[in-house]
């Protein structure tokens, strides 16, 4: 299992999973790989990306800042966790992490739609910096 075809082809596993909402197969696979990947930063925003839709939000954030403190311009990692910090409402955060993917990546439409979408719920009198 710990050569590197045999990862492959269980995070090619895991992602198609992810994408067809078979989320409990990608978590069972991703938990049997998590001893050899816990060191790669895709792997982590993977698992955060399968923990927020199964809304388990706290895992999800624990996985998105994983990922962060792996490599820290990811940017997928930067904007789900910005997302994630919209949804709970911490719109100063939200901004903070849209803002810094926006600049790693200015021409990615997503990045740009979801710092739209951020700045147009911050209000400045929530802000206290």
């Known amino acids: 299992m710990t050569n590197n075809i045999n990862l492959n082809s269980e995070f090619n596993a895991i992602q198609r999973f992810v994408n067809q909402e078979k989320l409990d197969l990608a978590l069972e696979k991703a938990i049997k790989v ?3 990947c816990k060191n790669n930063h895709i792997f982590e ?3 955060g990306v399968i923990y927020y839709k ?3 939000f706290a895992a ?3 996985h998105y800042v994983n990922s962060i403190n792996i490599k820290n311009d990811y940017t997928l990692a930067l904007s789900n966790l910005g997302n994630q910090l919209l949804d709970e409402q911490n719109i ?3 901004l903070k992490f849209h803002i810094k993917t926006v600049s790693l990546d200015p021409k990615n439409p997503i990045f740009i739609k979801n710092l739209y979408m951020t700045v ?3 209000k400045p009198s929530s802000y206290n910096e």
């Open 34 to 36: 998590y001893p050899y």
């Open 45 to 47: 925003n993977t698992l």
């Open 54 to 56: 199964k809304k388990n």
């Open 60 to 62: 999800s954030k624990k």
């Open 92 to 94: 100063p955060l939200a």
């Open 120 to 122: 147009l719920k911050f």
